[in-house]
């Protein structure tokens, strides 16, 4: 048996004479959850609607739980639960109606729906038309529906999106608890590396269809490496005297000076140094790169 | 069959609440109850013609066949085939249906025979009511005779008639709101189509049976009373009928390869 919930082998996806996903090879460890990392239009929303079979993969290319999906595609929707762009709901009916629906489409009891309700707190708002519900509501009540049939790999596509940061943290922490106490697979997509970060055990980077990076989340740390901001007068004295110290200067302009961060100690090093010889500091902080450097750097060394 | 089953109830449920499931019973209601007030108020005017059971019984479900055949059906199902199929187009709820783990078949099929049974219950309310409000109209106008011919036989064979008729209908229509999301093109190419089959029918062209859009008025014809002709001798498995059907069959299979390939998108 695979250890993999999914396993993409050399995926390739075009529409037409476009590209869109290009020699894909995902590997989502079981029990992980998977950060599936890229901005708009890399291609995360396609690679989601091939793993459901909504998009026609070509023959063994993509494997879930070690089966092929497209000759296997009933048996391997049974064991996912999936939330795809912005939640499909009937607007006409009631979150609780929505969620009954689909017990009906999947066998369940319809106590399930209650269930499903409390678990993202919509209890309150079960009888109210979903047309209705605030987009974070939305949101909640196509979690509820992708986690009604108790799935064992959960495909959650920006689950985020339009949420207060109550909600943000709600589903956070609904996502690490799903993975840790009921030993869900998660792979969830997200443009935001620092969303990403919070949750992920493990990470895809995606652009223009390709992968640039999949690894743990301590691999990408290595990668994301984080850097000191100085803001200093005499930026350009400043840097030529921490060069000659011995530091490296990744970037400087006319009001901070930016060098890789190796530990607080260091930082407060250059610090001291800098003000015994007459600059004058007016902020030191430690920054992560954000995901567009992370993704130059990622392209540089690919 | 369990998923099929299964869709359809769902179908059911998620449709429960909308415009074109209770249109398949208002409009048998509302058609039904003003007919039968026309024969209850302008009784006088009926009972002139002195017509024997069997006659009048034609009549009175003639004016509600009629009425249906022409145009009501055309529009109904129309309106029913956009109905069923917006409420995904609507939701954007395509890609979750068919992330479901059932057969894809098995959730186009049951979208399209729970058009077919809304077209159904609507007929067999028509009928069962004008069977209903005939013999009601008796108890109020005892003077009519509507008690001395058991309409029942001509009534199944007609409403089966305009079932079978307008199944070709349906699927053009059906196929039309699966590929378009908008109101406007369908019923825009609908409203052509029966305009176009109401003159063709009208006008008994040779080849108005293959337009689909003019069977039901065309299977209703026997409607149009001869002298000397018994007018509940009439088949029900006509030309039209068999248009109709094959148009139904054709359409249905290439809907599939449309359905499944609009989830793409």
């Known amino acids: 048996m695979s250890n993999y919930a999914i396993e993409t082998v050399g995926l390739n996806f075009n529409f037409g004479n476009q590209s869109i996903v290009k020699d894909l090879s995902l590997q989502v460890p079981k029990g992980s959850i998977y950060g599936f990392l890229g901005p708009n239009g890399a291609g995360k929303t396609t690679t989601i609607k091939i793993l459901l079979n909504l998009l026609k993969s070509p023959a063994d290319q993509v494997f879930v739980f070690g089966k092929e999906i497209n000759s296997n595609r009933i048996a391997t929707l049974k064991r996912i639960g999936a939330l795809v762009e912005q939640p499909a709901i009937y607007g006409h009916l009631s979150g609780k109606e929505n969620l009954i629906n689909r017990c009906i489409l999947l066998g369940l009891k319809k106590t399930k729906a209650d269930e499903m309700l409390a678990l993202v707190g919509l209890t309150e708002a079960a009888d109210k038309k979903a047309g209705k519900y605030s987009l974070g509501m939305k949101q909640r009540l196509g979690i509820a529906l992708a986690l009604v049939s108790d799935p064992e790999l959960l495909l959650l596509d920006e689950p985020t999106n339009g949420l207060d940061p109550n909600g943000i943290i709600e589903i956070r922490n609904l996502m690490i608890e799903l993975a840790t106490k009921h030993h869900k697979t998660i792979l969830v997509s997200s443009h935001l590396l620092a969303e990403i970060e919070r949750t992920a055990t493990h990470v895809g980077i995606i652009n223009k269809g390709q992968l640039l990076f999949q690894g743990t989340i301590d691999e990408l740390h290595l990668l994301s490496k984080p850097m000191v901001e100085i803001e200093v007068d005499q930026t350009e004295e400043a840097a030529k005297f921490l060069a000659s110290a011995g530091y490296e200067i990744t970037s400087k302009n006319e009001i901070k000076i930016t060098t890789p961060f190796s530990s607080s100690t260091e930082s407060g090093k250059i610090n001291t140094l800098l003000i015994k010889n007459g600059f004058t500091v007016s902020s030191l902080s430690k920054q992560r790169k954000d995901l567009e450097n992370l993704f130059l750097d990622i392209t540089k060394n690919n | ?265």
Not at chain 2, 73 to 99: C, G, Q, R
């Open chain 2, 1 to 265: 069959m369990r998923s099929i089953f299964i869709s359809l109830v769902s179908e059911f449920y998620k449709s429960r609440k909308t415009l074109a499931f209770w249109a398949a019973i208002l409009l048998p209601v509302a058609i039904c109850s003003l007919v039968s007030f026309g024969f209850y108020s302008g009784s006088e005017k009926v009972l002139k013609l002195n017509a024997p059971g069997m006659m009048l019984w034609v009549r009175y479900a003639g004016a509600t066949l009629n009425v249906m055949g022409m145009l009501v059906m055309p529009f109904y199902v129309m309106f029913m085939a956009f109905s069923v199929n917006n409420i995904e187009h609507k939701n954007d709820t395509w890609k979750t249906l068919f992330a479901q783990p059932l057969n894809k078949f098995s959730i186009y099929t049951a979208k399209y025979l729970f058009s077919v049974l809304l077209i159904f219950i609507c007929l067999f309310l028509f009928a069962a009511l004008t069977f209903a409000f005939g013999h009601l109209l008796q108890a109020l106008v005892p003077q009519y005779t509507f008690n001395q011919y058991n309409p029942s036989n001509f009534l199944i064979n007609s409403y089966s008639k305009l079932f079978l008729s307008s199944l070709g209908i349906l699927s053009i229509q059906f196929i039309l709101s699966l590929i378009w999301g908008d109101f406007l093109k369908p019923i825009g190419i609908g409203f052509v189509g029966t305009i176009m089959g109401i003159v063709t029918g009208m006008l008994n062209w040779t080849y108005a049976y293959l337009i689909p859009y003019s069977l039901p008025s065309l299977a209703l014809q026997f409607t149009q009373l001869k002298k000397g002709k018994d007018p509940l001798n009439f088949e029900i498995f006509t030309r039209e009928i068999w248009t109709s059907l094959a148009y139904a069959a054709v359409l249905f299979i290439a809907g599939y390869f449309i359905v499944t390939r609009k989830s793409i998108k």
